[in-house]
């Protein structure tokens, strides 16, 4: 397979991660910095803080997505390091869900002192995204994992 055919799909990852990033250093220090409304600091750190722990399994499924892009460029694309890639991405979607389910209830806490209803549905979109990606990649998983039996069975098949 050409090394080019997976570059443009190497820079989407490069470009979803770049925003995170940029929102990690100035946005939530900012707002942690400068609440809107101080009476509600309390309720806004947990928050602030779950979000800068979601941003490591982020970045580690983000990496282990580059990694699936190379193999397949190098036609290692069935192969157990793909299944252990995908592996790691439905863990990392996993944790992200879970820190995001911990923080809803303080989400919910802020929405009810703001007023502010629409702010409980945003702070779930995180939570079923992920879910969403996990479930993908557990499909892709298993699909693999069958694919790489078959093709083993097909070899040992003179």
């Known amino acids: 397979m050409k090394i080019g055919s997976t570059l443009f799909l190497k820079a989407a990852v490069f470009l979803i991660g770049t925003p995170v990033l940029a929102l990690i250093i100035f946005g939530l220090v900012q707002l942690a910095n ?56 439905k863990f990392c979607a996993l944790t992200i869900s879970g820190l995001y389910v911990v923080i809803i209830p303080f ?15 945003i702070g779930m979109v995180p939570i079923f995204a992920s879910l969403v990606i996990a479930v993908f990649a557990a499909v892709l998983q298993r699909l693999l994992q069958e694919a790489i039996t078959i093709k083993s069975e097909n070899d040992l098949t003179v």
């Open 34 to 89: 400068n609440p809107a409304n101080p009476d509600y600091a309390h309720i806004l750190y947990p928050i602030v803080i779950g979000m800068y722990v979601s941003v490591i399994p982020f970045y580690i499924a983000l990496f282990q997505a580059f990694k699936l892009l190379s193999y397949i460029d190098k036609n290692n694309a069935f192969s157990e390091l793909s299944v252990k890639a995908l592996k790691v991405i």
């Open 107 to 121: 989400v919910f806490l802020l929405a009810e002192l703001d007023d502010a209803p629409g702010l409980v549905i």
